[in-house]
């Protein structure tokens, strides 16, 4: 079994920055891609971000792009998601995943674990 733990939510300011993390434990596989996802109240979950086992490629949704940035720390076997110029639209649950193999994922699916959540809020 592979457990997530996220980290790093809390209540900021329009226009703040945030950074996350998540940190992987147990079984992890020999390889394998982290991504982030989000719900927020009354929407479906939504793609944020995907980082593959090398880091070599990453892949954004639309809404995120030129603002988070993902990154890994293998040796630690940590995922971290840097969010800038928050916007109240970024108000969710954040949820950190883990697929196996090195090439990531933009579709739910294809994540094999999940972390609890962290909630961030950006306040107008």
């Known amino acids: 079994q592979v457990q997530l733990v996220e980290s790093g939510g809390g209540l900021v300011q329009t226009g703040d920055s945030l950074t996350l993390s998540c940190a992987a434990s147990?079984?992890?596989?020999?390889?394998?891609?982290m991504g982030w996802f989000r719900q927020a109240p009354g929407k479906e979950r939504e793609f944020v971000a995907v980082?593959?086992?090398?880091?070599?490629?990453?892949i954004y949704g639309d809404p995120m792009k030129g603002r988070f940035t993902i990154s890994r720390d293998n040796a630690k076997n940590t995922v971290y998601l840097k969010m800038t110029n928050l916007k109240p639209e970024d108000t969710a649950v954040y949820y950190c995943?883990?697929?196996?193999?090195?090439?990531?994922?933009?579709?739910?699916?294809?994540?094999?674990?999940w972390g609890q959540g962290t909630q961030v809020t950006v306040s107008s």
């Open positions: 147990g079984r992890t596989p020999t390889t394998y891609a």
């Open positions: 980082i593959s086992w090398s880091g070599g490629e990453t």
């Open positions: 995943a883990l697929k196996h193999g090195p090439a990531g994922s933009t579709y739910e699916a294809g994540y094999a674990y």
